[in-house]
């Protein structure tokens, strides 16, 4: 089983539409969890942390089951230039430690 | 938020040869992190990068393959050595400023092969 499992898509949205997307993870002792996007031949970017609380930034919501090892990705009002791969990542240890990534979900955001 | 600096961006190399990339951090950085991404694929870890000791290098990565420097802390290479087509890939580094969220990506090297 992979550390970190995403649906790899792709999701083809029309522009304004609401997408999700999930991910899970098979190490109970994580403890950083984070969103990276990723463009077509383009270094990955962090996008948002997850928090166990649940945290926003604008039309981005992100969420976090532990008790499920499962995390969230919304995103609300699709914009085209929301089209990329999105990363789900989880670090084990403390902030300097190593991420593990999942392969990615590629979002294509149409009109 | 931190930047880093990767170079080359790209190169075409011929099997048998060996390519160094470099990174350049703006920040002091305690770790930096070599990834590898193969296409249509997300990114493998291959080695942490410490100052002052060895890199330590993930299953299925060898130090005779990928010999990494860490003279500093806001430098570091990742040398692919006698490649081959398989070497053929964007190789990443990337590293984590201190009171800064999430990690930051140097721009990538494309490497091709033949």
């Known amino acids: 089983r992979k550390e970190v499992e995403q649906d790899p898509g792709p999701f083809n949205v029309p522009e304004g539409a609401t997408v999700a997307f999930n991910c899970t993870y098979s190490?109970?002792?994580?403890?950083?969890f984070f969103w990276y996007r990723q463009d077509c031949r383009k270094e990955p970017k962090l996008l948002m942390s997850v928090y166990s609380s649940g945290n926003e930034d604008g039309r981005f919501t992100a969420q976090l089951n532990r008790a499920s090892q499962y995390i969230s990705l919304l995103i609300r009002d699709s914009k085209l230039s929301d089209s990329a791969t999105y990363l789900c990542?989880?670090?084990?240890?403390?902030?300097?430690?190593?991420?593990?990534f999942g392969t990615g979900t590629r979002l294509q955001v149409t009109l | 938020s931190a930047v880093i600096s990767q170079k080359p961006s790209r190169d075409i190399c011929q099997r048998g040869t060996s390519l160094t990339i470099q990174c350049q951090v703006d920040s002091q950085v305690t770790m930096m992190f070599w990834y590898r991404q193969q296409p249509g694929q997300s990114l493998t870890l291959i080695a942490t990068a410490n100052q002052g000791s060895e890199a330590t290098y993930e299953s299925g990565f060898v130090i005779d393959k990928f010999p990494i420097s860490r003279p500093n802390l806001t430098f570091s290479t990742l040398t692919v050595s006698n490649m081959s087509p398989e070497d053929s890939s964007i190789y990443l580094c990337?590293?984590?400023?201190?009171?800064?969220?999430?990690?930051?990506f140097g721009s990538g090297t494309r490497l091709t092969v033949v």
């Open positions: 190490n109970s002792a994580s403890q950083s």
């Open positions: 990337s590293g984590h400023v201190g009171g800064q969220r999430g990690y930051t």
């Open positions: 990542v989880v670090n084990k240890g403390g902030t300097a430690s190593k991420l593990t």
